[in-house]
């Protein structure tokens, strides 16, 4: 399995030509405790860049984006009923949704976590 990230502070594990979607720890730490998440539906087609989920907290409202174009497979509907998950667990149980990527070979465009962690700091 390999991760990526991007610097809109998303990650992405691919396993053959899904890639599992979620924010990161930088940036669910930032957003605070969240209170709601809107996920896109399944069998949604996305482009890259195009507003993807919705997370409120009690500081903020922010979009989450889709990293790369590809169609949503399935959602993780656990933290639409408990957001707090992505809070606690935002690399494993807090993931938002799957996407079968449009191209595969873009995946690796994506930061490694060496250059994420370098953004970050």
């Not at 809109?8 to 899904?18: F, I, S």
């Not at 890259?48 to 174009?69: H, R």
């Amino acid at each position: 399995m390999l991760l990526k990230f991007t610097e809109d502070h998303e990650w992405l594990k691919l396993e053959g030509n899904v890639a599992t979607v979620g924010i990161t720890e930088h940036a669910a730490d930032a957003l605070g405790d969240l209170v709601f998440v809107q996920l896109p539906e399944v069998g949604a087609t996305l482009a890259k860049g195009d507003g993807a989920a919705v997370v409120e907290s009690v500081k903020a409202a922010s979009d989450v984006f889709t990293p790369l174009a590809g169609e949503v497979v399935e959602v993780n509907e656990a933290i639409v009923n408990d957001p707090s998950l992505v809070n606690q667990d935002p690399l494993d149980a807090g993931w938002f949704f799957k996407l079968k990527l449009a191209n595969v070979a873009d995946f690796e465009s994506l930061l490694d976590e060496h250059a994420y962690k370098a953004l970050i700091s």
